[in-house]
């Protein structure tokens, strides 16, 4: 059984900084890709940032320069260091498995994140 589980998500100043953990089993970690999407109230689901099995990262936008995503496959867990929080950052946060050749994709059940101004 396959179970995505996320935690450190809370309520944070703007400024502030939270760390986001994502915890697998139940996959070969070390060869999907792992992502962080997120969905504010009203919004469409967003892809925050990625890291490949190789190491390769992408960000959105709006998240470079603040947001850190890192993995390490020896405790099968994936994180997102978030610094300089803004309050358009609120959202649940959602880990992702992704392995598409194989078309295989998994999901946490979310972590939510709030971001006081």
């Known amino acids: 059984q396959v179970r995505l589980v996320e935690s450190g998500g809370g309520l944070v100043q703007a400024g502030g900084s939270l760390r986001l953990s994502c915890a697998a089993s139940g996959i070969t970690f070390s060869i999907y890709a792992m992502g962080w999407y997120r969905q504010a109230p009203g919004k469409q689901r967003e892809l925050v940032a990625r890291?490949?099995?190789?190491?390769?990262?992408n960000y959105v936008d709006s998240v470079k320069g603040r947001f850190t995503i890192s993995r390490d496959n020896a405790k099968n867990t994936v994180y997102l260091q978030m610094n300089s929080l803004k309050p358009e950052d609120t959202a649940v946060y959602y880990c992702n498995a992704a392995w598409p050749a194989a078309g295989y994709d998994y999901w946490g059940q979310g972590t939510q994140v709030t971001v006081s101004s």
């Open positions: 890291i490949t099995a190789a190491g390769n990262t």
